[in-house]
């Protein structure tokens, strides 16, 4: 069955040479935006190395706020407490946690971005088929 007795289909396009030209034009605009979404997608990935910058930040807060205000909560004779030095693992132990955290959650964020620009663009495929098949004329079906 789908065939026909002399000779099959034939291949028939379903858009005009207008549409063609503005799918064409469409894709051509998106293209670079694409390509810059997944770049920056790829940043947050494992190995990106886009989250440097965050930590770099958010050590450089830690050492110029909350180190400064834990040696002042002991005092500036307690350099040698175990009290000051639990709690200076205290906080670099959460610092760490956070940044982790917060990458963890953008490294999720990048790989759902980046799977949603694939399905994306094989969605505006999918919905725009380019051709179909028709029977050849004359030719009877068996």
Known sequence: MGQSKDGGYMQKTTVTPQQQTLLNQ???Q???NLQAASQGYQQF????????AIQKQALNQFQ????PAIMNAYGS????SSALNQALAAGASNL????????AQMQLQAA?????????QAGLAAQTPQFAYKCRSGNKQL
């Not at 110029?64 to 180190?67: F, G, K």
């Open 26 to 28: 469409i894709i051509q």
């Open 30 to 32: 998106a293209l670079p």
């Open 45 to 52: 990935l494992p190995g990106g190395g886009g989250g440097e």
């Open 64 to 67: 110029q706020q909350y180190l």
């Open 77 to 80: 004779n307690a350099k040698s």
């Open 96 to 103: 760490n946690t956070n940044i982790a955290s917060q990458l």
């Open 112 to 120: 759902q971005g980046a799977g949603s620009l694939g399905s994306g």
